[in-house]
């Protein structure tokens, strides 16, 4: 079983929808928790990072960590064509980070 | 531009030759990395440098060098080239170690061996 995993999709949905991405985890030691976005034939940038459990928002976007269920979540409220790309959640583990597989997001207008 | 560059972007090779791949990074930066993202996307990492000192060397074939000769750079050279190691290598860095402030990341360097 890999540390993280994530559901590659694709997934795709009609702009303005609301957008739930989701990570799964085993490493109960992971504490920092981030989001990724990849465009294609691009390297990955951050979107979010949060610490421990709880909810963050930033703009049309929310990071949420339950660590007692290993869960994490990327929601993007009002969805455009622009969001279209590969959503990679990420932990750290040690010096380095953990990456998900990705979620392929396909927003048509 | 304040950025993590990497050259050559593509890199079409036979099976059996030695490349490398330049990174550098101009954001001040302490630690870089190289990660493989193979054909399925995912993300691994196979080595980290802070401040030109290997701390991170994941389980990669002794093929794979990388070579840091200052805080700014990190080179990765390749040696006997495999069709397995078709992939995109993307060169990072971060302003700490273990990444919490996050990377930035290069736009890659496609490789396919043939």
């Known amino acids: 079983q890999k540390e993280v995993e994530q559901d590659p999709g694709p997934l795709s949905v009609p702009e303005g929808a609301i957008v739930s991405l989701n990570c799964t985890y085993s490493n109960s030691a992971f504490q920092y928790f981030m989001w990724y976005r990849q465009y294609s034939r691009k390297g990955p940038e951050l979107l979010m990072y949060?610490?421990?459990?709880g909810n963050k928002e930033d703009g049309r976007f929310t990071a949420q960590v339950d660590k007692s269920s290993k869960y994490i979540s990327l929601f993007i409220r009002d969805s455009q064509p622009s969001d279209s790309a590969t959503y990679l959640c990420?932990?750290?583990?040690?010096?380095?980070?953990?990456f998900g597989k990705g979620t392929s997001l396909l927003v048509t207008p | 531009d304040t950025a993590v560059s990497q050259t050559p972007k593509y890199l079409v090779t036979q099976m059996g030759n030695d490349k490398s791949i330049k990174c550098e990074q101009n954001?001040?930066?302490?630690?870089m990395y190289w990660y493989k993202q193979d054909s399925k996307k995912f993300l691994k990492i196979m080595f980290s440098?802070?401040?030109?000192?290997?701390?991170i060397n994941e389980t990669v074939p002794n093929r794979f060098s990388p070579k840091s000769p200052d805080k700014a750079h990190l080179n990765l050279h390749i040696n006997s080239l495999e069709l397995g190691d078709s992939a995109v290598y993307f060169c990072?860095?971060?302003?700490?170690?273990?990444?919490?402030?996050?990377?930035?990341f290069g736009s890659g360097t496609r490789l396919t061996v043939v």
């Open positions: 990420a932990m750290i583990s040690g010096y380095a980070l953990n």
């Open positions: 954001l001040g930066h302490d630690t």
């Open positions: 949060t610490y421990s459990s």
């Open positions: 990072a860095s971060s302003p700490r170690d273990r990444g919490l402030w996050g990377y930035t």
């Open positions: 440098y802070n401040n030109k000192e290997l701390i």
